[in-house]
């Protein structure tokens, strides 16, 4: 039997007010999910996302046109693109929350990185099933020799522990200052997918460098940020 039942409750006027409950030590109160409009957005974002994967599996399973006259190339350089674009795309998330003080738009970094690396893993398995056909010895060999290769190939490797501990339970484990110094590797990252593209196009340069140009101002921007004067804090009156 339960020994509280058998306790008297105390008269109403010594009962307690009812008190809303503090918010988990160190943490900020949640807003109700159906009142918080990044939260309710997030699942567009990602049907959004997942727009050119869904194109792409409908054009292999129904309807080979959507994928042009040589869909294995399509696949492969589509999935390029995305892989590239949602990785300036995530490095334009501080600028842009920093220009709008949107500051909510944090909360789509996460998903975004992870799209880049999403479609980075597609890109390789199209080259390692349409353009090797699994050769190892022959995937090697190129990674050795072809810079264009071996500049991709450390992007996505890099990309790899970003990826992995872009949890809140990894921020937490690493601790807030080694995790953002292990993200930094985002720049490099960028940096070397720009040049991946820049080195793999034969001709025309204007994609290249108009990517290129993206990941100057965004970097630039960042640079600036740092670089800047500030201003000189008043001194605390004692
Ligand atoms: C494992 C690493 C990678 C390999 C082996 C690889 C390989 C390739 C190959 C073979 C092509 C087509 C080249 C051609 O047809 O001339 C290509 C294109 C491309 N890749 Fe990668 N790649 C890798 C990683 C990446 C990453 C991490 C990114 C982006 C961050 C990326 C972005 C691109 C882009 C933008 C294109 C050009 C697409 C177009 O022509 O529209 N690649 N890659």
Not at 57 to 77: R, S, T
Request: charged share 15%; hydrophobic share 50%.
């Amino acid at each position: 039997m339960d020994p509280a039942a058998t306790v008297p409750a105390p008269p109403a006027t010594l009962r307690q007010p009812a008190r809303p409950r503090p918010a988990a030590a160190g943490r900020p109160a949640k807003a109700a999910w159906w009142r918080d409009p990044i939260a309710l957005s997030k699942p567009l974002v990602l049907a959004a996302g997942l727009v050119p994967m869904a194109r792409i599996a409908w054009g292999i399973l129904f309807d080979p046109d959507l994928l042009g006259a040589n869909p294995a190339e399509f696949i492969e350089h589509g999935t390029g693109d995305w892989a590239l674009q949602f990785l300036l795309l995530t490095l334009a998330v501080s600028p842009l929350r920093r220009l709008t003080g949107w500051n909510g738009l944090i909360r789509y970094r996460r998903m975004l990185g992870l799209f880049a690396f999403f479609y980075g893993v597609v890109h390789l398995g199209c080259y390692v099933a349409f353009d090797k056909y699994f050769d190892l010895g022959e995937i090697v060999h190129d990674i050795a020799k072809r810079p264009y290769i071996t500049v991709g190939f450390a992007a996505l490797v890099l990309m790899t522990p970003l990826a992995v501990t872009s949890t809140k339970g990894w921020i937490r484990r690493m601790g807030g200052p080694a995790w953002n110094r292990l993200h930094q590797l985002i720049y490099p990252i960028a940096v070397l997918g720009v040049l991946h593209y820049w080195w793999l196009v034969k001709r025309d340069i204007t994609w290249p460098a108009i990517y290129g140009a993206i990941l100057i101002a965004l970097l630039g921007y960042r640079a600036w940020l740092r670089l800047r004067p500030r201003p000189a804090r008043r001194a605390r009156v004692a």
